[in-house]
């Protein structure tokens, strides 16, 4: 009952005064409105980061494939050992064109080019 009482006081003071109540729901809005951008901003740049998360792992495999492709064509074979070694160093240094090239060039003989 005496919870009772406190919420109907405070509704009575609260609505005696359409102004702090206009002001309160206006205040609200804003705050609606301005987290509703933000997701908007972390979605798009979620987005953003997909395609480009996306667009380096399938620029990954193409190398991959590409270094594969150039020791068929030598007419050597990559076995289990060399192909994890390939594998590991194209995983460390896809961001990185010229320490890939490098570390590429002294593991396997490959020049860059």
Same mark, same amino acid.
């Given at each position: 009952m005496g919870l009772g009482l406190v919420i109907a006081f405070l509704f009575s003071v609260i609505t005696r005064n359409g102004m702090f109540v206009t002001t309160l729901l +206006? /205040?609200? +809005?804003?705050? %609606?409105?301005?987290?509703? $951008?933000?997701?908007?901003t972390l979605e798009r740049i979620h987005s953003a980061e997909q395609k480009e998360k996306a667009d380096r792992l399938k620029a990954h495999q193409e190398k991959l494939e590409e270094i594969k492709r150039h020791f068929k064509l030598q &007419? @050597? $074979? #990559?076995?289990?050992?060399?192909?994890? $070694?390939l594998k @590991?160093?194209? !995983?460390?240094?896809?961001? !990185?064109?010229?320490? /890939?090239? %490098?570390? #590429?060039?002294?593991?396997? &003989?490959?020049k860059n080019g």
């Amino acid at each position: 009952m005496g919870l009772g009482l406190v919420i109907a006081f405070l509704f009575s003071v609260i609505t005696r005064n359409g102004m702090f109540v206009t002001t309160l729901l +206006d /205040l609200l +809005d804003a705050k %609606r409105k301005t987290h509703k $951008e933000e997701i908007n901003t972390l979605e798009r740049i979620h987005s953003a980061e997909q395609k480009e998360k996306a667009d380096r792992l399938k620029a990954h495999q193409e190398k991959l494939e590409e270094i594969k492709r150039h020791f068929k064509l030598q &007419g @050597r $074979e #990559l076995d289990k050992k060399k192909e994890a $070694e390939l594998k @590991r160093i194209v !995983d460390e240094g896809y961001n !990185d064109s010229n320490k /890939l090239a %490098r570390d #590429l060039a002294e593991a396997f &003989g490959i020049k860059n080019g």
